[in-house]
């Protein structure tokens, strides 16, 4: 029969034993299981059992980090010193290198965007390196991505926080930005002036050639009203002289139409025009009657 402090040593050994034996592993993790210094496994969310004093584990955090890169000072292709620093969205996908391959890739990855930065911006004018951010986060984040494959850790993305000139560069370009839109104002300004000019002028044109339009429809319509007036006017002398010649030519002439062409003839034979006059016997007492109203104005005229 064993003494109890035995009894109570060996449960306390139990319980220490089988503590040590359940590993608990968080959803944001993985495990990388070592027995006896060899790599066994990797130990996945939830509870493992390892045998203690034989098994170590090592705990790789698998949600996605950020490594902040800080300021340095990197000189461009013209020889302008800038500032520059960045972050770093990186996040460990295989525990395994991540354990075995670097001994600290956070501070790997940090050292590796320094020397990289300095090479990128290195190859940039100052004008190209403060516009071409996105070019330099997309190429850096590249050349990290493809460094730390076997490193098991993917970089996400890489952002550029700051590119900062010397004090005098940046004055310098103060100035230049105040001229460039005093100058773009001026031009706008211009531009807008001779807008408005070419719109006036426009304006002018438009209204002559409406007025002109409207004169000249005007005189039209005056053209075609004496036109239309003529063409009336010449077509009833036609009609009258068809009238006359069918009348005449039918051998059924009234009295009324034998004493106007007789008026007619005396008016030619007043200007001039006309010397004799063939008129038919039955309307001789018609023309004997005009023939002495004739004579009295023959009469009155002398």
């Known amino acids: 029969m064993l003494p109890p402090i035995v009894y109570i040593i060996i449960f306390v050994f139990a319980l220490i034993f089988f503590g040590n034996a359940i590993k608990k592993i968080r959803p944001t993790e993985k495990g990388v299981l070592e027995r006896l210094g060899r790599f066994q496994r990797i130990l996945n969310a939830g509870i493992n059992i390892i045998i203690p004093f034989f098994d170590r584990v090592i705990v790789a955090d698998i949600r996605e980090k950020v490594v902040d890169v800080p300021p340095q000072d990197v000189i461009t292709k013209d020889n302008v010193v800038v500032t520059v620093d960045a972050v770093i969205y990186h996040q460990v996908t295989d525990p395994f290198k991540a354990v075995y391959n670097i001994q600290n890739y956070n501070f790997a990855i940090t050292k590796l965007a320094q020397t990289n930065l300095r090479n990128l911006i290195g190859m940039l004018a100052l004008d190209e390196t403060l516009t071409s951010r996105e070019r330099i986060n997309s190429e850096l984040r590249k050349i990290l991505d493809e460094a730390t494959d076997v490193w098991g850790v993917r970089v996400n993305r890489v952002e550029i926080q700051r590119i900062e000139p010397p004090a005098d ?31 006036k002028a426009e304006g002018e044109k438009k209204a002559a050639i409406l007025s002109s339009e409207g004169q000249a429809e005007a005189i039209k319509k005056v053209a075609d009203a004496h ?31 034998i004493a106007i062409k007789y008026l007619e003839t005396l008016q030619k034979m007043a200007d001039g025009q006309a010397t004799k006059m063939i008129v038919p016997y039955e309307s001789s007492g018609i023309l004997g ?14």
Do not use: C, W
């Open 289 to 302: 009657s005009l023939a002495q109203v004739k004579t009295l104005f023959e009469k009155g005229d002398k």
């Open 169 to 199: 560069v940046t004055e310098a370009m103060h100035r230049q930005m105040k001229a460039e839109r005093l100058k773009r104002a001026m031009i706008l300004d211009a531009e807008g002036q001779r807008q408005s000019a070419i719109e």
């Open 227 to 257: 036109k239309y007036e003529k063409v009336a006017l010449a077509t009833g002398e036609a009609e009258a002289l068809i009238a006359v010649f069918k009348a005449i030519h039918e051998g059924n002439p009234t009295n009324d139409l």
